[in-house]
């Protein structure tokens, strides 16, 4: 085992308190507004691994092999506390030891009714369910800080929502999980707005919006802690395509936000603690050109920045490296090589591995390994120079 040298601003067991234990798998049951595909699911189960401290996390048996637990000591991280799954019914048996040895569940997703452990979990679902409804964000961020919206049955689209002047963005209401920008619609016409209403078809409800003409997308995340206390830990600007599909993040000095939109962040997480929420809290904020700061989307959970923002001023003074791109990765080959590859690409100083996962054996069914983590460079031009380094040794960087 090698020395941990790249440290955390904080780690998650400090964030939640002792005795708990993270499980990232959203149920297959309710997740219609997540991914589908299978192995990015099993991605999101490593995402926190860098920075989870003593917490043990329930983590896909793809993500947590021995060559990828020995990449991130390699990289400088602590040894995570793994509960390795093959499938779903292990899945569950790692769920139920730990509440055999006395840990509650930190759930990344809310789970589905039939599903749900009474007192099992550190909060109650129903909350998680009710802060991360976009139909409710109006009762927890002030009028002035968000963009003009409205609530309506999604039958009502085709005939209500205005799309002469600009884009209206369309967003499901729902209690079930949501991520990555799979519950959002972008419309830039009528027939947009009727696809729309088919995709929102089984939610009761849709959030109407007002377009914002962004010179910055941001998330702030947050901290807060079990005590009550609460920690800013930084902003990443977020890379989306024009659907609104998201690919990863900038850290560096021009993703840092403003202090009035950090003082916006703060109301909402005293509002989160005072529900009854404690860990960590994404807020998706909109920098436009005239200044004006408005937050289009809360994440009660876990963020894909979080683990980099944790991170961000270790890796900074330990590579010498101020700007970063969090990305998502595939690779040609097999993953073997793949994890050849990435030692290579960290010896040249040009990429930080923070997952990696191993596709299952399908038969019929070919796919190709994955990573994710930073990029490297002293501003974003040089990096996005390294991004094509890295495809030139096998390694694509996913991007809009």
């Not at 904080?10 to 002792?18: F, Q, R, V």
């Not at 990449?71 to 506390?81: I, W």
Request: hydrophobic share 40%; net charge positive; charged share 20%.
């Amino acid at each position: 085992m090698t020395t941990a040298y790249l440290y955390p601003k904080i780690t998650l067991d400090k964030i939640y308190g002792s005795g708990l234990g993270l499980c990232p798998r959203p149920s297959p049951k309710a997740s219609t507004w997540l991914p589908q595909d299978p192995l990015t699911l099993e991605m999101l189960t490593g995402g926190m691994l860098s920075v989870a401290g003593d917490m043990p996390v329930v983590c896909a048996a793809g993500v947590a092999t021995t060559a990828g637990i020995r990449l991130l000591e390699d990289a400088g991280f602590a040894s995570p506390k793994v509960k390795r799954y093959n499938d779903g019914n292990e899945h569950d048996r790692q769920l139920s030891h730990l509440l055999h040895q006395g840990f509650k569940i930190v759930l990344q997703h809310t789970p589905h009714p039939s599903e749900n452990i009474p007192g099992a979990y550190w909060i109650k679902p129903s909350l998680l369910s009710f802060l991360n409804n976009k139909g409710n964000l109006a009762q927890m961020v002030e009028p002035a800080n968000l963009p003009s919206r409205r609530i309506l049955p999604p039958e009502q689209l085709g005939r209500s929502v205005p799309t002469s002047s600009k884009p209206a963005v369309i967003k499901a209401a729902t209690a079930e999980s949501t991520g990555g920008g799979f519950d959002v619609v972008i419309c830039r016409s009528i027939d947009d707005l009727r696809s729309a209403e088919t995709l929102f078809r089984h939610c009761p409800q849709v959030v109407a919006e007002e377009y914002l003409t962004m010179d910055r997308n941001l998330c702030l995340n947050y901290a807060i802690m079990h005590t009550g206390q609460i920690v800013y830990l930084g902003s990443a600007e977020q890379i989306t395509d024009p659907c609104g599909k998201y690919y990863g993040n900038w850290i560096d000095t021009d993703s840092q936000a403003p202090s009035a939109a950090i003082e916006m962040g703060m109301q909402v997480a005293r509002k989160g603690f005072a529900k009854g929420y404690w860990g960590i809290l994404g807020i998706d904020m909109a920098v436009l050109e005239d200044k004006r700061i408005f937050i289009f989307d809360l994440n009660f959970r876990l963020n894909g920045s979080t683990a980099a923002l944790i991170l961000a001023d270790s890796i900074a003074r330990t590579h010498g490296q101020p700007a970063m791109r969090l990305t998502n990765i595939r690779a040609r080959g097999s993953y073997r090589e793949m994890i050849a590859t990435l030692y290579m690409a960290m010896d040249r100083g040009l990429f930080l591995p923070l997952t990696s996962c191993a596709p299952r054996p399908a038969k019929n069914i070919p796919d190709r390994p994955r990573a994710s983590g930073l990029v490297l460079g002293s501003s974003r031009c040089q990096i996005m120079e390294r991004c094509q380094e890295l495809e030139s040794l096998g390694l694509e960087t996913l991007r809009p």
